[in-house]
């Protein structure tokens, strides 16, 4: 009998021992904290550093390289007062969907006259002299520009268009200089041109743009205007100078060296008209325009043949 109340005794302390060790393990370490006031969490800045965009901050001017900003909300400013003038390489600003909203006579909304590689995306320009105007080597993507006085979005060299909406403005609805792609847009109900892709002539160079995939309709001249080494393809053209007040066409090739391939052109004044040298137009679709399409008599060097069914061949642009 006293050996089993030793045996219990034994059992109990060892029980005792282990809930010792399991609760010194529950609590953590002995240490005590750090200091008052020392904190793990990092700085906002390095969480985001990107930077805010106010209504009290117009007219914005940004100054540094690289750096990142974003609209917290819809901004409608007050007349006479100007929107965002970059003057830095490689700066972003994110509209996050929000729309900033200026008045005529205060210049474009978003404009980098010297600045290169900016980018804008994400939200809406609306009532400005011109919507969005940036240098080269610079990107618009998911904007959407409407009534500007004169062009909805203009950009320099080497830049990107990208699903984007140009409506409503008063000159020309995207203008892209040399080099550049404008893709997956729809530009509508523009005064001029809808897309006008200019061509930048140097050390007799000639370099062209990419317009494809876009929905060119209802604007005052030419649906898309090409100067000069320009690739349009696969674009849907439609009811552009549909009252044929300015004489111009669905596409306008008014220089040398384009190639115009598999659009489909319809309800147009003039579905194509080529004033050029040297271009190659073929697969595009003629369909419902007041003249399928016009030729300069002085116009030399194209392939530009145009039937009514598939016997026409490979090269052939079909016009009903």
């Known amino acids: 009998m006293n050996q089993w109340k030793k045996g219990r005794n034994r059992l109990g302390v060892l029980a005792v021992a282990l809930l010792s ?52 909300r819809n901004i409608d400013l007050d007349p006479g007062v100007g929107g965002i003038t970059v003057e830095a390489h490689d700066v972003t600003i994110d509209l996050m969907g929000f729309a900033l909203t200026g008045h005529f006579g205060q210049g474009p909304g978003i404009g980098a006259p010297l600045a290169d590689r900016t980018t804008v995306k994400n939200g809406t320009l609306l009532v400005w002299d011109t919507g ?129 391939e598999g659009n489909h052109i319809t309800m147009n004044n003039v579905g194509i008209d080529l004033d050029g040298d040297d271009n190659i137009i073929f697969r595009n679709t003629l369909l419902h325009n007041s003249t399928c399409a016009e030729v300069a008599p002085g116009a030399t060097g194209n392939v530009f043949q145009i039937g009514s069914d598939a016997s026409a061949g490979h090269w052939a642009n079909f016009c009903k």
């Open 21 to 72: 060790v399991w609760a010194t393990a529950d609590a953590g370490s002995p240490e005590p904290p750090g200091p008052p006031g020392h904190s793990t969490m990092l700085p906002l800045d390095e969480i985001d550093p990107r930077r805010p965009i106010t209504v009290d901050m117009f007219p914005l001017t940004i100054t540094e390289l690289g750096s990142s900003w974003y609209l917290t």
């Open 132 to 260: 969005i105007k940036l240098n080269g080597n610079s990107v618009v993507t998911n904007v959407r520009v409407e009534g500007s006085m004169y062009s909805g979005i203009e950009v320099g060299l080497a830049s990107r268009v990208t699903d984007s909406t140009a409506y409503s403005n008063g000159h020309h609805g995207i203008v892209a200089k040399s080099g550049s792609i404008v893709r997956d847009c729809v530009v509508d109900e523009n005064s001029e041109n809808g897309i006008w892709a200019t061509t930048y002539v140097g050390d007799m160079t000639h370099e062209g743009t990419l317009i494809t995939g876009c929905n060119v309709e209802d604007n005052g001249r030419n649906g898309i205007r090409v100067d000069g080494h320009a690739y349009v393809l696969n674009n849907q053209i439609r009811a552009n100078d549909a009252d044929c007040v300015n004489g111009k066409a669905g596409i306008w090739v008014n220089r040398d060296g384009n190639r115009i």
